[in-house]
């Protein structure tokens, strides 16, 4: 059937690319189930319109298809809604075009992901490739007339860690400083790019791991401001804390071009700060903020605390 499905990724652009793809231009509504109940949209899209008209609605953090380690009591919070939700998918209101969407994987063993598998559609978005972003930042200058060289599109993507979603708000930065098709010059992307990505991304990982509070947290102000996503800054610190961790339990038995290899980085200073920043930390401590991370991460899906406030958080209690 072709009014229910169930998007998985973790990149809320590709998300919204695939979310366009269903509605082909029909307005829908949002959803956000951190902040309104399954009854709510359930309801709502069990209504039928006097006019017999079709009815798109996207469920964003749809998390009941996720899978997390639960309370007792939130165990039968979310059985209940399991129960709800698998009484609408055995009759749903076929003028209803319902989107689900899950930042991260679903639980393929939850009985209700089993049925959208089997009756519905599942879309399952996997990370793009470096080749792939690359592939897609080349088509989306072209499609609006820029001509950029593969060089410059390879710098953009490796500043922004291979991130599909960090790339292409770069991108679209630059041609908002052009506003036209033209040649896109080097010099106007670092321009552009570089002060928002160097100073600001990675700037902001840095400090947290040199424990500058005050920097961390001036950065972090001007991040939100310019709208970039919590949930993309703190997958950024938890991969640079598990590289981290990775150094200090290789550092003894492997040199710096081993390193380098097993971690897949290509320049020295990369692996130099890595070096230097392992030293300032424990392994357990380390380890410790990679659980924390995942924690907050089942905090924020469930709908118990915002990204924002959560990476706060975790900003003060690896800085502390």
């Known amino acids: 059937m072709d009014n229910i499905y169930l998007i998985s990724s973790s990149s809320f652009r590709l998300m919204e690319e695939e979310i366009e793809k269903i509605v ?60 709800k939700l698998l009484k609408y998918l055995e009759d749903p209101n076929y003028n209803t075009i319902l ?18 598998k089997d009756k519905y559609h599942f879309i399952q978005i996997d990370d793009l490739k470096a080749k792939e972003i690359m592939s897609m930042v080349d088509k989306s200058f072209k499609n609006d007339g820029y001509k950029c060289d593969s060089s410059i599109i390879y710098s953009i993507i490796e500043s922004c860690q291979n991130n599909y979603d960090l790339t292409m708000n770069e991108v679209d930065k630059i041609k908002l400083y ?35 509070i005050k920097e961390a947290f001036k950065i972090f102000d001007d991040l939100m401001i310019q709208k970039v996503e919590p949930i993309m800054l703190m997958s950024m610190l938890a991969k ?21 290899k097993v971690l ?17 930390f424990k392994e357990k401590e380390l380890e410790s903020f ?20 959560a990476l706060e958080m975790f900003i003060m209690e690896v800085c502390k």
Do not use: P, Q
Not at 105 to 112: C, F
């Open 178 to 212: 052009y506003s036209h098709g033209c040649v896109v010059k080097k010099e106007d992307v670092l321009n552009i790019t570089s002060r928002i990505i160097e100073d600001n991304n990675f700037k902001f990982i840095d400090t947290i791991m040199r424990k500058n």
């Open 264 to 280: 897949g980085i290509n320049y020295d200073f990369m692996i130099d700060k890595l070096i230097n920043n392992s030293y300032s």
């Open 99 to 116: 989107i689900f969407t899950i930042n991260g994987k679903i639980d393929s063993k939850k009985k209700i992901c089993k049925i959208i």
């Open 24 to 83: 082909k231009g029909n307005k829908y509504s949002t959803f956000d189930l951190n902040t309104v109940l399954l009854d709510e949209v359930l309801e709502e899209a069990a209504y039928f319109s006097l006019f017999d008209e079709k009815k798109y609605m996207v469920v964003k953090n749809a998390n009941i298809f996720g899978s997390s380690k639960r309370k007792s009591v939130d165990e039968e919070n979310v059985s209940k809604k399991d129960e």
């Open 290 to 309: 990679l659980v924390d991370l995942c924690d907050l991460d089942y905090k924020i899906k469930s709908g118990r605390i915002s990204n924002k406030l």
């Open 240 to 260: 640079e804390i598990r590289n981290t961790l990775l150094v200090k339990k290789m550092i003894r038995e492997k040199d710096k071009k081993e390193m380098m």
